[in-house]
């Protein structure tokens, strides 16, 4: 049993080791930076962390795999662009989940988890037999991983988050990266210097952000994804101070999305605030929300229209206003140039191989190897379509698995949006089947989805959601 100090924090001794910590590695930050910064992370982290239990540090390292996912190669080893924390959490967990079936204990499935395990599962596995006929073993074996570990973080989120004061700190910490990142692409914007692994760092005249994303088309589909956590803030919620935040974070995200020049996550955004209008003007307990919804979709609509034209709140250069013009989209499609052109040519050369393989498939991480090998390749080998990729890659089996995967998601959060008497529980149902309406075309918009952690997190938060609904108290709520 542990004392009271160790149950309410660090208690007085090991704030007073955390201090002398912070004392030395500041000290040794005097003469070395980053070595004293990367020392003050390892002894406050381990001083803090010192009492925990195996599955208190499960728990911490999923928040944090969460976070340095969507940091991503920002947070790599200098000079190897490829050993990132995300990375490095990540194995730390498969190791501790190691350590603790060694221990003799189990990993019980939580009810609602049981059909998405089976699925991941199933994808996984049949990836690992498409590496027999892949033409590069080595891109399928990289694509496999990719998958493992993604759908792994999927999982691990609802089995961390199993109740409301953790959802909480997940949540929150979330919210923290959301922020820091706008304000990267704020001060991108503003100064024109990006980051080093930003696409656009060395891009003369590049109007867009990219932030922690590397390609402003990526960070648009994370700021879609976003969105509606923050849409639905001020129609759900009864605090002010949450109604505020999400007005201040979605009219940021909105107006980041316009000066992305995506067109994909424009239209992601117009799905998910018809739905939000639908899903609440449907349902008869839900009036007075459905009135705060559609005073929220008529701010971003006030927002959104003029913009287009190059008139709004929202200065958009007239690259941007360009780029959203979809008048140019299907003028390059019929022209046969430009970037609508190549993305029409890439989903006409993916179903060509989807067919051409008999239905199974070219091989996990295939797709670019094959299409590289076509005759009249133009240059571009992502297919740009995370559904087509996963069609291509692993063929008809693979994509009903994850379409099965994603309906269940989007149905169950639906449902426990519509029904639950817990507001914890409509907010999250809510706004996680409103992600997923959107990402249906919001998917579009990065070259690859395998490794985007935004599209991982958001579908261990929809599971995360239809769990708890499966654990609710007598009062209907969440414990």
Known sequence: MRSSGASGGPGIRAATLALVAALCAGALAVFAPIPGIALAVVLVGAVVLWRATLPDLGRIAVLVAMVAAIIGPNLAVPGAQEAFAFRFVAALIVVGIAVWLLMGRGLPVPDGLGWPVALAAGWVGWALVSILWATSTADAIRWTVFLFMMTGLMLAIPVAASNRRRVGWFLGALGVTFAVSVLVAIAEIATGVRLPTSALAERVGAFAATSFFGNQNNFATYLALSLPWLLVLPVIARDVRLRALGIAGAVVAIGLILFSGSKANLVATGIILIGMLVVLGTDPAMRRAFVAAVMVVGLALVLIIPSLFGAGIVPLPEQAVAKLDF??????????????????????????????????GVGAGNAETVVREQQGYEGVANLHNWWLEVLVDTGVIGLVLFGALYVFMLVGTLRVARRTHDPWLRYMGLSGSLALLGFLVGSLGPSTAIHFAPMWITFGLCLTTIVLARHTGPDGRIP
Do not use: H, I, K, P
């Open 327 to 360: 008048g140019t989209l299907q003028a390059q499609v019929q022209s046969g140039s430009g970037s609508g052109a190549v993305r029409s040519s890439l989903l006409g050369t993916g179903l060509g191989l989807a067919a051409s393989s008999g239905g199974v």
